[in-house]
């Protein structure tokens, strides 16, 4: 017996191990982000003329912490957040936060600050000339409001933490996107294309799904958040923001919006050639020939131009600005997570590791795999970037799929004068780009574009994140994911179990990440591949070279480059602050000046609607609180049922007089199905701002009506 006691205690060694490393400390948490909701340049589509004028649903950051329960300072943080698109700024003022509460447990090399890339929120937030254009400059308001909310959310992950198990599981999801760009799909190899017939051909089909039991899960699923149209001004979350809202409030369906414990998270993935408009491109163009006909297929033009082809999501003949669309997108995916949750998945085994550089993409010259060498270019923008998408027709007769230099001559002239004329080595780099915004030498009054990039990877057992600066195509990310996977099993960090995800536009925002192929046609998504041909190559070398730091005792440290300048102290900003508020004479702020129908019973299906003598709400965000609610009487008293956080209900608001300092606000709600009969109310929270004084808040209430089963 005394023999077999060193075996004993081997093999109870060994048990424990594992049982440690299937066992993790898990965090999550939710907190709302919603910058100003009105006279504010929203950040998706670039277009001046879509500034936020209400609300249909709040913008949150979701945080996700996972760790190991032996090794505290083993952790991650994973941020899933309502924005279009991480940034530098940003996710240096979360870091700054976090550093001042947590010390080192959070820091640059654990904490990804990831985006949903949606096309409806609040801009203004991004450190970079050319994404702030739209927006007037820097906005702080939206700044400021990511930032507290993403540090609230993590504060609440941290606050939960308690041990648990993780797993793991894929699903098909059919009819959730669509590839805009399939002309530039098919420049890629037949044989290369032919091994993912099965796997969606020219779109990743694949939903993936990292479990945390009953409290909540973390998916990736490539589709853009442009299911709501550009015409459309009131501030949202889009396809994955809804989605959360809808897998959430079917777990905890008495809970308000942003309060629950459940936390459903619905990440991007691949996005940058991908579609929620699944019916195609069409032409918008009446009286002509080719009204309602499919867009010319490269160039994406009808009668030779962009700005009548838009695309079509599966609503599309519901609703003029695609909120029908948007909530059948977002379901197809809540529906994907809810049979996945349901289902037997792979349990999550094995440490937990990060590994975080900074590189310098302008002029980052590295070694093929064939052996020679490569190299990246400044960064610049094409012409066909001008061109938009189908998701966002462009303007001045720009077209995609065009290499000329000559499609708009007069900006031929013009260009020169925004940004510096390209040398010849950086056109020769950029080839066969033709050079439209040469944004790498652009640096007044500060950088254009980013030109340092975070490279970013967090491992969780067999689970590897690949962190990405911005939107890879559907084949550009499986090559890179292809790739990593592959490091992974030769270096013995992870066996053949290994799952590989992509994430992004996260950290920074370097716009646009294609295959070399891709990147020769020159659609959008080329065009706005602004570090050169080999774009991709480049991170698949960086990506792939910092496998070895994820190992479970990795040696020594990765080599980095230098962090990027810190921008927004200097960023300027053109946009003008509230002056004041007034009431209309003979009236408060607060009065109803239309009311709800009091003489008949509403029913399902039917919209509700006062509207108030109103005061800007850029005075009062209301955070983590509501601009409206939609109050029930229950036993005598008064109990909110709705918030603005329902995308049954919607805020709006009008200035009425910029001189007089008079506005409006239209607080409606739409009454859904199995609403229980009887009293109801609405109110709008307001706050308003005199000349000379303090911001002071104020209630306005409809009459009671009802609702009759």
Known sequence: MTRLLPSFLV?????????AQSQYLLGLGIADITGPVVETNMMGYASLGQTDSGLHLRQRARAFIIGET??????????????????????RGVLAGLAAKYGTLYTAQNFALSSTHQHSGV?????NLLPQITSLGFVPQTYNAIVQGVLLAVDRAHNSLQTGTLSIGNETVVGGNLNRSPTAYLANPAAERAMYVDEGGDQDKIMSLLSFGSRGFLSWFPVHGTSIYENNTLVSSDNKGMAAYLYESSVEPTAMPGNQTFVAGFAQANVGDTSPNTLGAFCESPGEPYDGMPCQANSSTCGGTVEQCHGRGPGFTLDALGFHS???IAQIQVDAAKSLMSSKLAPITGTVRSVHIFLDMANHTFTLPNGTQAQTCPAAMGFSFA???TDGPGSFDFVQGDNSTTQNPLWEIVKSFITPIPSAAQTACQFPKPILLNTGYATLPYAWSPSTVDIQMLKVGNLVILVIPGELTTMAGRRLRAAVRTALIANKIIDESAYVVV???????AHYITTREEYAVQRYEGASTIFGPYTLEAYI????????????SPTGTPTSDAAPPELTSGALDLNTGVVFDAAPIGKSFGQVLIDVVKTTAYKAGQTVVAQFVGANPRNNLHLEGTFLSVDQLVSGAWKPVRSDSHPSTLYQWTRVSTILGTSSVNVSWTIEPNTPAGTYRLRYFGDSKPLIGSISGFTGTSSNFTVSA
């Open 387 to 389: 061109g938009g998408t």
């Open 326 to 328: 948007n909530q059948m």
């Open 11 to 19: 093999l109870a060694t060994a048990v424990a191990n594992a049982v």
């Open 123 to 127: 801009g203004g937030y991004l450190e």
């Open 541 to 552: 070398d960086k990506y792939t070279s910092l496998v070895p730091f994820l190992a479970d």
């Open 503 to 509: 994430a992004g536009p996260a950290n920074t925002y």
């Open 70 to 91: 032996d090794n505290t300072a083993n952790r991650v943080v994973f941020i899933n957040a309502d924005i279009a698109m991480g940034d530098s700024g940003i996710r």
